[in-house]
């Protein structure tokens, strides 16, 4: 099933305070794999904010805009009309009414999002977008900045990390060659919402862990805070 909400729909729409689980970290470190599996434990939404980056970036590349040119691209961001569409309990950007699912992730795109990625404008209007999400309901999403940046006030706060070695071996099993120290390196010192530990959140080592691991580990605390949360909400 699809749904989509145009910005004109927004306000028609039931306001139910959603629950979001904000899971942040390096490359590499899991936060995909592990983010679907808890939502789709949890009967939650999965959005994943890194496609929706990747997406702008790919927007860019077919329309020629220079990625390394700041304010061509926040002038792209400004006047690009995706659509926020829910299809199978999963979050994605169209174009057109089309997701770009594989041309997101070529080489060409990983190596221009980083670019588009660090353009103060298109993280407030991402900002925004990923915020509007709540309306499909409870979320999962995963990023950089979800817990710092996007969803600062969710008490479900999770950040994924795993030694160079083993997340250098797990992109190379995907057929994928990158410099992930690099990567990490622009990812965290960035001077807009640069990927940092949100306070509150609880810091996951997956090295040498599986993702049942991994997952069960996050499920569990989310089951505590969720009773916890139930507790301070009964009656006295
Ligand atoms: O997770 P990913 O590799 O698909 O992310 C693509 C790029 O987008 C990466 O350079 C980090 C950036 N990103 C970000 O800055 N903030 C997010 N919330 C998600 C991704």
Not at 106 to 116: C, D, I, L, N, R
Not at 182 to 188: C, G, H, T
Request: proline share 4%.
């Amino acid at each position: 099933m699809q749904t989509e909400i145009e910005p004109q729909q927004m306000d028609a729409l039931p306001s139910k305070k959603a629950v979001v689980i904000a899971i942040d970290g390096t490359s590499a470190s899991g936060k995909s794999t592990n983010a679907r599996m808890v939502a789709q434990a949890l009967g939650y939404v999965y959005v994943d904010t890194g496609a929706m980056y990747r997406t702008l970036a790919w927007y860019c590349l077919q329309h020629r805009i220079d990625v390394e040119n700041e304010r061509a691209v926040a002038n792209a961001c400004a006047k690009w009309k995706p659509s926020l569409v829910c299809a199978e309990g999963h979050v994605h950007l169209t174009i057109g009414g089309y997701y770009p699912v594989a041309e997101i992730r070529t080489g060409q795109v990983s190596a221009a999002v980083p670019h588009v990625a660090a353009v103060p404008k298109v993280r407030t209007w991402m900002k925004k977008k990923q915020r509007e999400c709540i309306r499909f309901g409870n979320l999962v999403m995963e990023g950089r900045d979800i817990g710092t940046n996007v969803f600062p006030e969710t008490d479900f706060k999770y950040y994924l990390d795993a030694h160079l070695e083993e997340r250098s071996r797990r992109r190379a099993a995907e057929g994928v060659q990158e410099n992930l120290a690099a990567r990490d390196q622009r990812d965290s010192q960035r001077a807009a919402a640069p990927l940092m530990i949100a306070l509150g959140a609880k810091v996951i080592n997956t090295s040498g862990m599986t993702p049942d691991e991994t997952s069960a580990i996050i499920l569990e605390d989310i089951r505590n805070r969720l009773k916890q949360q139930d507790r301070q909400h009964e009656p006295v």
